[in-house]
């Protein structure tokens, strides 16, 4: 089975600090996504990755960044914390078919 | 940008009662995906229908694709509390490298 890992379950940050989120993946796959998830809004793509060290903006990129260092390993990065940020941050990873998620983080921003 | 609207956005049901969601694409379809989500969890992949008309079935869960592939269906029969989650479709975007998903359905059971 697919085990895909995020390094917190919960977590609060204050307003203008670097929150590192961290998604590891153990089956090999070339593909890697974070998403955000709010209520009524449905999953919200903010950035994914097709290979180490390449990435590819989704569709609210901004604020955000990633790094894919090595394949297995795949981060989000919040450059400044703000409180619209707080949300419910859910990785993925594929082959190219099915994604498989993360338990989840749900992060807030004081 | 593509596009899948699925409705109903939500749906109350008492429990024996059936249930479906539907997701529409002006577009043609390669391919279409449903997830489900239970409260507090993660998208878990169910099913992906490739072909025109395919017609697939989980238990008492059938999944359709539209002859044109412009459209997709999740039918429930008889819910149960196990039901209870968002459904949501997702079709591959044009690279087939990520996903457009659909906003969800959230389904919730009167036992």
């Known amino acids: ?110 | 940008g593509q596009q899948v609207m699925q409705i109903p956005q939500y749906q109350h049901v008492q429990e024996g009662e059936d249930f479906t969601t539907y997701c529409n694409s002006s577009t043609t379809l390669s391919n279409i995906q449903w997830y489900k989500q239970r409260p507090g969890g993660h998208p878990v992949f169910l099913i992906q229908l490739v072909k025109s008309g395919e017609v697939k079935k989980q238990k008492r869960l059938t999944f359709q694709f539209g002859e044109a592939k412009k459209n997709s269906s999740l039918h429930i029969t008889a819910t149960q509390t196990t039901d209870v989650g968002t459904y949501f479709c997702a079709v591959n975007a044009g690279n087939n490298r990520k996903l457009i998903w659909g906003l969800g359905t959230s389904l919730a059971v009167n036992p």
């Open chain 1, 1 to 110: 089975d697919v085990k895909v890992t995020q390094s917190s379950r919960y977590l609060v940050k204050r307003t203008g600090e670097k929150v590192f989120l961290e998604c590891v993946q153990d089956m090999d796959h070339e593909n890697m996504f974070w998403y955000r998830q709010d209520p009524g809004l449905g999953l919200r793509l903010i950035y994914f990755s097709y290979d180490v060290k390449m990435k590819e903006k989704g569709d609210i990129p901004e604020g955000y960044s990633v790094s894919r260092e090595k394949k297995e390993r795949f981060s989000l990065i919040l450059e400044s914390a703000s409180t619209n940020q707080t949300s419910m941050y859910l990785c993925a990873s594929s082959d190219g078919r099915p994604q498989h998620f993360g338990d989840g983080t749900r992060l807030s921003i004081l």
